[in-house]
């Protein structure tokens, strides 16, 4: 307050030091007024003005100007005083970067889910308030600390599916809008996603074996693009995608696309893969295949197909089983059976599977190539009677969950559970390294019921340590 009497009475001494220069004149409103309204740039009515008030050119100056210099100075000075009052009203005015609301989305592209609106920040991407109670699914990142979370949270119209960015690695996150899709499970109506990839800041999918939805503005917008992918990785400047158009049945295929293009060019696979399920993961140039058939068809023709590419998948290497299996057709020989169930290519090119014996009669273990898959190395078993999740550094570090998560720094030969060296995640549904040091995890749902979890799990050393983080 006492600024702004200082600033009034710098006004009032400011006005009044210029008026008091200004040579007095009895019609000088008159004059201001008539020169206001006069035609620009006409002499003739300039020249009735001064006709009137008996001035010459030189006497209009000593009115006219200063009274335009008394109307600055009154203008400058309001004006600061404004600033003032401003700046002191700062911390009561609404925040420079406001939300702003995404452009009306036509048709094929999807709008955001029912939950706050985004806005843009500084780099262009949207962001909003973490949906209440969000629980993710699957993970993905574009480096160390830049990040998506795919998931649900509970809202008042399905679909509820939405996604969270994290910039900083997994501590904090924000809300970005998501597909009008439903998570997969058992009320999908055909257009369900269960995955989510981002290849840059800007460009992402969202897909289901039924439906892909991309976006190239960071989420903002999705738009739905033709058939779906039972798997689908990012590496370079290219995005790879396994298809299958009448499972069960027909054997998958794989496809390729440059990032953010809705062309997809067939790429050929070798014959005899699998026509259940897939799983593909990427390395840079390498690229690895899983196909899978139900597994009660019998001994020698339910075992996985693998496919090896070294050249980004321009061309394909078709790999029998590699967990081993045990010979015969009787009852007893079918139990014996070993799938591979993960899959994992490490920074090294390094390819690893998980091997799990079927009905539960042993317990899952891991095979490791360096050679592109021609030849694997069998490590030591894991507890529990099944497998989950796997991620590899490198042939040597390897990450593999049964009933919880277990790590390996020589290849396999041995493993020790997480969480016996201090606090780390226990039963998980996705783990995933970013670098050869950066790992993350989710955890898995305290039951079937619930979907998805509320807690991340973070580690800078390889998966020797672990810090939790939930959604916020």
Same mark, same amino acid.
């Given at each position: ?81 404004? $600033? ?6 700062? +911390? ?76 900083? $690695? ?15 499970? =058992? ?123 070294? =050249? ?90 049964? +009933? ?58 390889? $998966? ?9």
């Amino acid at each position: 307050m006492t600024e702004d009497r200082e600033m009034s009475q710098l006004m009032r001494t400011g006005m009044a030091a210029v008026l008091a220069s200004t040579e007095p004149t009895g019609d000088l409103a008159e004059r201001m007024i008539t020169a206001a309204t006069a035609r620009p740039g006409s002499a003739a009515e300039l020249s009735r003005t001064d006709a009137r008030s008996g001035a010459s050119g030189s006497a209009w100056q000593r009115w006219w100007l200063p009274a335009v210099a008394a109307i600055g100075a009154a203008v400058l000075i309001v004006s600061a005083v404004f $600033g003032v009052r401003m700046l002191h009203s700062d +911390d009561r005015s609404a925040p420079i970067d406001q939300p702003v609301s995404p452009p009306a989305p036509s048709a094929p592209v999807t709008a955001p889910t029912p939950h706050p609106t985004p806005h843009r920040t500084s780099a262009g991407e949207p962001a909003g308030a973490v949906p209440a109670g969000f629980r993710a699914v699957d993970l993905t990142w574009v480096s160390t600390t830049k990040g998506w979370a795919l998931g649900t949270a509970p809202c008042a119209q399905a679909p509820c599916t939405s996604i969270v960015r994290t910039d900083d $690695g997994g501590r904090s996150w924000v809300g970005v809008p998501a597909p009008i899709a439903e998570l997969t499970g =058992d009320s999908c109506n055909g257009q369900c996603v269960s995955h989510l990839r981002f290849a840059n800041r800007l460009v992402g999918y969202a897909f289901g074996p039924d439906a892909l939805f991309m976006t190239t503005d960071g989420g903002l917008s999705w738009n739905r693009q033709p058939g779906g992918a039972y798997a689908l990785e990012i590496s370079g400047d290219t995005a790879l995608r396994v298809v299958n158009t009448c499972v069960p049945g027909c054997p998958f295929q794989a496809q390729r696309s440059a990032i953010g293009s809705t062309s997809w060019r067939l790429l050929t696979l070798p014959a005899g893969g699998q026509t259940v399920g897939a799983q593909l993961v990427r390395n840079g140039s390498n690229a690895l295949i899983a196909t899978f058939a139900h597994v009660t068809g019998g001994a020698g023709i339910t075992t996985s197909t693998l496919f090896t590419s070294a =050249d980004d998948g321009t061309t394909w290497a078709g790999r029998k089983e590699p967990c081993p299996q045990t010979a015969g057709s009787g009852a007893a020989d079918r139990l014996s059976e070993i799938d591979t169930t993960a899959v994992a290519v490490a920074d090294d090119a390094s390819m690893t599977v998980l091997c799990t014996p079927r009905a539960g009669i042993d317990h899952p273990f891991t095979m490791t190539s360096t050679d592109g898959g021609a030849h694997f190395s069998r490590g030591s078993q894991l507890g529990a009677t099944y497998g989950g999740e796997l991620a590899t550094a490198s042939a040597s570090t390897l990450l593999a969950s049964t +009933d919880v998560l277990y790590r390996s720094t020589d290849g396999g030969s041995s493993w020790h559970k997480v969480s016996e060296t201090g606090t780390g995640p226990g039963r998980i549904s996705f783990v995933g390294f970013e670098s050869m040091n950066v790992a993350c995890a989710i955890g898995a749902s305290p039951s079937s019921a619930v979907v998805g979890s509320a807690t991340v799990w973070t580690s800078t050393d390889a $998966g020797a340590t672990w810090v939790s983080h939930t959604f916020r």
